[in-house]
C-alpha cells in the first residue's frame, strides 16, 4: 500500500506538471497573438501618420 501510495503521488505530480506546462504554452500562444495584433495596429497607425504629415505639406 505505501508503493502504491508513493506512486500515486509521483503520477498526480507528474500530471500537475504536464497541465502547469500547457496552460503556460496556451498563454504564450494566446500572448504572441495579442502582441502580433498590438504590433500590426502600431505599425498601421504609424503609416497612417507619415501619410497624414506628407499630405499636410
Not at 14 to 43: C, D, M, P
Amino acid at each position: 500500500n505505501k508503493l502504491r501510495g508513493l506512486f500515486d503521488e509521483e503520477w498526480l505530480d507528474q500530471v500537475f506538471i504536464v497541465k502547469a506546462s500547457l496552460r503556460l504554452v496556451e498563454h504564450g500562444e494566446a500572448y504572441s497573438e495579442r502582441l502580433e495584433t498590438v504590433n500590426g495596429v502600431k505599425s498601421m497607425d504609424w503609416r497612417r501618420m507619415r501619410t497624414t504629415r506628407n499630405s499636410h505639406e
